[in-house]
């Protein structure tokens, strides 16, 4: 059984960072796209970053330059280092799994950016 497992959400001031991980049990990570999704209250989901199996990165254009989505195939493990984070960065952030006859998501961890 596939499983996500997000973890390192909180609340942070602006202009703060936080580190996010999904760690994956019942699959391997590492040879597919993994990526972090966000939705905020009353929006729709949207993409945040993604990581393939060979280590390239997308991030959405909000994002970029702020955070950086990196992998430990080692540890089954990938992760969000978010900086610079603004207001509008809140929301829950969901880890998702590409595979050819599936897409997993995680449960989701909340990052709120507030003073």
């Known amino acids: 059984q596939v499983q996500l497992v997000e973890s390192g959400g909180g609340l942070v001031q602006p202009g703060g960072s936080l580190r996010l991980s999904c760690a994956a049990s019942g699959t391997i990570f590492s040879s597919y796209p993994v990526g972090w999704y966000r939705q905020a209250p009353g929006k729709q989901r949207e993409f945040v970053a993604r990581i393939l199996s060979d280590y390239s990165r997308i991030y959405a254009d909000s994002v970029k330059g702020r955070f950086t989505m990196s992998r430990d195939n080692a540890k089954n493990t990938v992760y969000l280092q978010m900086s610079g984070l603004k207001p509008e960065d809140t929301a829950v952030y969901y880890c998702?799994?590409?595979?050819?006859?599936?897409?997993?998501w995680g449960q989701g961890t909340q990052v709120t950016v507030s003073s």
């Open positions: 998702r799994l590409a595979r050819p006859d599936y897409i997993y």
